[in-house]
């Protein structure tokens, strides 16, 4: 975003310098009635500071599918989809909301990726017919979460198929799969994302559609055990820890860079670390900044077992916080989160379970030497 957010000329609005959406308003005063009426469908999401780029070509679909972790070959017009750009070891690099009109791919992702990700795949087009632009200047993106009556915004169409992208985590895609068990509270998620003519910005911000903050969208993703690239991820991070193969994987499509760690670690084994839903003690009005020290007994000394990527006060839950911890520790363990010297009890809620992935029946060999028992 090159210039400041015209929804930061709204009464009340307020851009918390520390928040991970900068630029756009964090609240407008109220932030629990804000996540009441975008949970409603009733509210829309300024999220102008965030990237878009686009892959128009005869070639796009098939060469995004050989490079990253979603099917794509086949994608239909106007779907919505998610992929992952994974390094050479199966660790993430970049993730994308997609959605295809026709003519162009239309890639949803963080502002500091679009630099980065245009030139890889700039590097990557060889003799293919591909054409990979920013296009962060001239479309913005505006959240929401659709009622029966959907919003009426100024939706663009450059190739005449609405730009709107429809969340895929609200269920596991044809060829994921779900580590986390027994009810998912994704099935309240409807989040959806619009992109609009950045010119078009100004007479949205000044118009009478209702608005709720950016802190309002992350904690009803934090609610629904939403991964998000910018807050639970770091340079280890592989797409097992945060069970973000239910929206963004096909275990069985063809090869792609980093498709052999992510097939060894579900089939075989197991990864590192599991995301966790944490919900904190509120006696202090604290909450943790992002990679604040989660920590765990260890010999009757507290010691660090992970971090908070995301900490958010929900208006039904309370202060709750996503976290990667370490993949043994103990699910009945009680945890205690370090906040610049403050101690917040934390009581863990299992997202990815502690023996997730080895999902392939591989018989185990008998050791040489070992002597089979006979009843």
């Known amino acids: 975003m090159t210039v400041p957010s015209p929804f930061l000329n709204r009464p009340g609005a307020v851009a918390l310098p520390e928040a991970v959406d900068a630029g756009v308003p964090s609240h407008y005063g109220s932030p629990n009635i804000e996540q ?33 972790s979603a099917e794509l070959t086949n ?15 199966g660790r993430l690099e970049y993730a994308a909301g997609i959605l295809d009109d026709g003519d162009t791919a239309w890639l949803l992702v963080e502002a500091d990726e679009v630099e980065p990700l245009v030139a890889w795949l700039n590097r990557m087009k060889f003799m293919l017919r591909v054409e ?26 450059p190739n005449g198929v609405p730009l709107v992208w429809i969340d895929p ?33 100004p007479v949205l911000a000044a118009g009478l559609l209702p608005v709720a903050g950016s802190l309002a969208a992350e904690a009803l993703r934090v609610a629904a055990w939403r991964p998000r690239k910018a807050t639970e991820a770091d340079e280890k991070t592989i797409p097992h820890e945060l069970d973000w193969l239910r929206s963004a994987v096909h275990l069985t499509k063809g090869c792609y860079r980093g498709q052999e760690t992510i097939a060894k670690v579900h089939n075989l084994g197991h990864p590192p670390r599991r995301l966790v839903l944490l919900h ?32 958010v006060m929900h208006h039904e839950l309370g202060p709750i916080a996503l976290a990667v911890i370490r993949r043994n520790v103990d ?19 299992v997202i990815v379970p502690a023996d997730a992935g080895a999902v392939a029946d591989v018989p185990r060999l008998p050791r040489l030497g070992a002597v089979r028992r006979t009843s």
Do not use: C
């Open 132 to 157: 990979v632009a920013d296009r962060s200047d001239e479309f913005a993106r505006i959240g929401l979460m659709p009622a029966d009556s959907p919003l009426d915004l100024a939706v663009a169409s």
């Open 169 to 201: 985590w609200r269920e596991v895609v044809a060829g994921g799969h779900q580590y986390a068990r027994g009810e998912h509270p994704s099935v309240d998620w409807r989040w959806t994302e619009v992109l609009v003519p950045r010119e078009e910005l």
């Open 36 to 68: 009441r009426m975008l949970a409603a469908g009733e509210a829309i999401v300024d999220l102008s500071n965030r990237g878009v780029v686009s892959v128009a070509g005869p070639d796009r679909l098939s060469w995004l599918n050989s490079m990253t």
């Open 75 to 89: 994608l239909p017009v106007g779907a919505s989809s998610e992929t992952l750009f994974l390094d050479p070891n």
């Open 331 to 349: 699910p009945a363990a009680r945890l205690t989160v370090d906040e610049d010297g403050i101690s917040i009890a934390a009581a863990q809620q």
């Open 280 to 311: 904190l003690d509120g006696s202090d009005s604290v909450l943790p900044k992002r990679n604040a020290a989660v920590l765990a007994d260890r010999n009757g000394e507290p010691a660090s077992v992970g971090v908070v990527t995301t900490a």
